[in-house]
């Protein structure tokens, strides 16, 4: 006996460092010569190991190797079932589970953690349901916490989160795998609060339940939850990795504001994680400091990489178009097809959205058209939505609609709201008819397009389509997203202005900053744009409201809280208006100071009067 245990361990061990088939088969004639076949032990690991050759069929080696088996132990029964489970079919894994189950044999936990997995990769949730059941009918397993722990993770990957959540409430034992998952399940569906709450009650954090949290709340832009989350684990000594650190670059990189972005970048230095050595955060840092206002440095951060691969690449091309640098960008693209870095489509978006802010319109329709022939790039309805902003910005709403109806997807809302947007852009609320009805079907909720439909109305003064388009708005019970800007001090604090803003403790002196700045205004040609109101009231009551816009609050107050010669950079949840772009141009060669603003399609470098934009928005 122990002679016999000794060879059964010398042959796993061999097994172990088990490469190939040929080596399996001559490790197999092995223990048939010292008598080992209908070992179970010793089978279950040359199965484990044949079955892990992607080239051998599961249906020959292998089946044969089971068959040779007297009677088979619940291990080496698993051992078939987990192959199938993983390399399918799946009805096969079932079909022997079923037959294990008949011969009496009593699963163990990798057998049903198996299957459970696999019903998780094929969202297979009846199946799923039904492989619950057996759990219970052959008992023993609701105190598994291995068997638990992968049941969660198939209803979260079915998504029945619910069924997760009431597996987790009622184990007896969990571990951090069993929280982590479904703190990971709710942020996933953007449901914070309760993730936050089965955060709160883990008895021991570690790195990964707090980097799903940070990662969390900056998917669900709640930046602010997220820098406060990453603070907090600062503080209790956590140790970080490149994953929880490009989750709260992400977040600093949605405020925008330049304290968090040195604040970030230091603490990324200092962890090991630097932009030199690490491809992973430097590329997040060229993101950040892109979307932070900053390309320049965010070009110095991509240059001081020392390997960049293509999220490096696409990410500073993304970061030259926002910011209107459509040359660099392009340039900078073509410099990457010289190295051994391919272009995937976010590449591409990058590009295409350079053409469009920068109405290269030839340039654009090339790159589209070679990009699948050259670079192996294939068309996603993503690339057409830049296409179809491409063509309508510049005025081409016609060719957007023959590019519609040649496409071979159906059109997402992406692409009918940039048919959208050039239609308001261009004035013509027939085109815009077409594009509001595709999108009122898509996207039923979605105020945004109602008022843009609304606003195009008002601009050719169709004030009944007007009332009809709002009434529609009420019928439905949607609510209209806030404007709000917010500006950072020199202080680096971030104050935030909304529409008509009254609650500012300083906003007597902003409002009196912005007086003095629009009587000056004046004085060199500025009158007010009162077309920027959608609405049919008298012209008095439109100068009014375009006085009370957040972005012109913000800049009043960046004026009166930043020194003189430093920029003013302004950040805004909504597209700038034209009757504040054109005091941004102004005050920027008034005051002989750069303004920035960020708006929610890209940033207007405003200086000595004129924008980076080129009046092209």
């Known amino acids: 006996m122990v002679v016999q245990r000794v060879l059964e361990s010398e042959v796993v061990r061999i097994l172990d460092?088990?490469?190939?088939?040929?080596?399996?088969?001559?490790?197999?004639?092995?223990?048939?010569?010292?008598?080992?076949?209908?070992?179970?032990?010793?089978?279950?690991?040359l199965l484990r190991v044949i079955t892990t050759l992607r080239h051998v069929p599961l249906h020959s080696y292998p089946r044969l190797l089971f068959a040779q088996v007297h009677t088979p132990n619940p291990f080496l029964w698993t051992a078939l079932i987990r192959a199938y489970a993983l390399r399918g079919p799946l009805s096969q894994a079932l079909r022997l589970f079923c037959s294990m189950r008949k011969r009496g044999i009593t699963p163990v936990s990798f057998t049903f953690s198996a299957l459970f997995s696999a019903c998780g990769a094929a969202s297979d949730a009846t199946l799923g349901v039904q492989l619950h059941a057996q759990t219970l009918l052959v008992g023993g397993f609701a105190s598994d916490l291995f068997v638990n722990n992968t049941m969660?993770?198939?209803?979260?990957?079915?998504?029945?989160?619910?069924?997760?959540?009431?597996?987790?409430?009622?184990?007896?034992?969990?571990?951090?795998?069993?929280?982590?998952?479904?703190?990971?399940?709710?942020a996933r569906r953007g449901e914070m609060k309760a993730a936050q709450d089965l955060f709160d009650g883990l008895p021991v954090k570690d790195m990964v339940a707090w980097t799903a949290m940070v990662t969390g709340y900056a998917q669900n832009a709640m930046p602010k939850n997220a820098v406060e989350v990453f603070q907090r684990l600062l503080d209790e000594g956590v140790e970080i990795d490149e994953v929880t650190l490009v989750g709260v670059i992400s977040?600093?990189?949605?405020?925008?504001?330049?304290?968090?972005?040195?604040?970030?970048?230091?603490?990324?230095?200092?962890?090991?994680?630097?932009?030199?050595?690490?491809?992973?955060?430097?590329?997040?840092?060229?993101?950040?400091?892109?979307?932070?206002?900053?390309?320049?440095?965010?070009?110095?951060?991509?240059?001081?990489?020392?390997?960049?691969?293509?999220?490096?690449?696409?990410?500073?091309?993304?970061?030259?178009?926002?910011?209107?640098?459509?040359?660099?960008?392009?340039?900078?693209?073509?410099?990457?097809?010289?190295?051994?870095?391919?272009?995937?489509?976010?590449?591409?978006?990058?590009?295409?959205?350079?053409?469009?802010?920068?109405?290269?319109?030839?340039?654009?329709?090339?790159?589209?058209?070679?990009?699948?022939?050259?670079?192996?790039?294939?068309?996603?309805?993503?690339?057409?939505?830049?296409?179809?902003?491409?063509?309508?910005?510049?005025?081409?709403?016609?060719?957007?609609?023959?590019?519609?109806?040649?496409?071979?997807?159906?059109?997402?809302?992406?692409?009918?709201?940039a048919l959208l947007g050039a239609s308001h852009i261009h004035g013509n609320p027939e085109v815009a008819e077409i594009a509001s009805k595709r999108l009122f079907e898509l996207e039923p909720d979605n105020i945004g397009n109602y008022l843009l439909l609304s606003n195009t109305y008002a601009s050719a003064g169709r004030w009944d389509d007007v009332s009809r388009v709002r009434k529609l708005i009420r019928e439905k019970n949607l609510k209209k997203n806030p404007g709000w800007s917010w500006v950072e001090a020199k202080n680096?604090?971030?104050?935030?202005?909304?529409?008509?803003?009254?609650?500012?403790?300083?906003?007597?002196?902003?409002?009196?900053?912005?007086?003095?700045?629009?009587?000056?205004?004046?004085?060199?040609?500025?009158?007010?744009?009162?077309?920027?109101?959608?609405?049919?009231?008298?012209?008095?009551?439109?100068?009014?409201?375009?006085?009370?816009?957040?972005?012109?609050?913000?800049?009043?107050?960046?004026?009166?809280?930043?020194?003189?010669?430093?920029?003013?950079?302004?950040?805004?949840?909504?597209?700038?208006?034209?009757?504040?772009?054109?005091?941004?141009?102004?005050?920027?060669?008034?005051?002989?100071?750069?303004?920035?603003?960020?708006?929610?399609?890209?940033?207007?470098?405003?200086?000595?009067?004129?924008c980076s934009c080129r009046n092209f928005w």
Request: hydrophobic letters at 40%; glycine letters at 8%; charged letters at 20%.
């Open 17 to 45: 460092g088990c490469t190939n088939l040929n080596h399996a088969k001559q490790v197999h004639a092995h223990i048939y010569r010292n008598n080992l076949h209908q070992c179970s032990y010793v089978i279950t690991k």
């Open 152 to 186: 969660i993770d198939m209803y979260m990957k079915c998504g029945l989160l619910r069924c997760a959540r009431r597996v987790f409430d009622e184990m007896t034992e969990r571990d951090v795998v069993s929280w982590t998952g479904l703190i990971v399940a709710y």
């Open 251 to 417: 977040a600093c990189a949605q405020l925008g504001a330049s304290k968090y972005a040195k604040w970030i970048r230091d603490i990324a230095e200092s962890s090991g994680f630097g932009a030199g050595s690490n491809v992973l955060v430097g590329s997040a840092l060229i993101d950040m400091y892109s979307k932070c206002g900053n390309v320049e440095e965010a070009y110095n951060v991509f240059k001081g990489m020392r390997e960049r691969n293509v999220f490096s690449y696409s990410s500073m091309i993304v970061g030259f178009a926002i910011h209107g640098r459509a040359h660099a960008a392009i340039k900078l693209f073509y410099d990457m097809l010289e190295t051994e870095v391919k272009p995937n489509h976010v590449t591409f978006v990058g590009v295409l959205t350079a053409c469009s802010h920068a109405g290269l319109v030839n340039q654009g329709q090339q790159l589209f058209a070679t990009m699948e022939k050259c670079y192996g790039v294939a068309p996603t309805a993503e690339l057409y939505a830049c296409m179809a902003d491409l063509l309508g910005r510049a005025g081409y709403l016609e060719k957007v609609l023959r590019l519609v109806e040649t496409m071979p997807m159906k059109p997402v809302g992406a692409v009918w709201g």
């Open 492 to 610: 680096g604090m971030i104050h935030k202005f909304v529409a008509g803003d009254v609650k500012h403790p300083q906003i007597n002196e902003i409002k009196k900053e912005l007086n003095e700045l629009l009587e000056r205004l004046k004085g060199i040609g500025y009158q007010p744009n009162l077309s920027s109101v959608p609405y049919d009231i008298n012209d008095k009551e439109k100068r009014l409201l375009l006085m009370a816009h957040s972005e012109k609050l913000a800049l009043a107050f960046g004026l009166l809280s930043t020194d003189a010669g430093s920029a003013v950079k302004i950040m805004k949840n909504l597209r700038i208006c034209e009757d504040c772009h054109i005091v941004m141009c102004g005050a920027s060669k008034l005051t002989g100071r750069k303004i920035v603003v960020r708006d929610n399609t890209r940033f207007h470098h405003f200086l000595n009067g004129a």
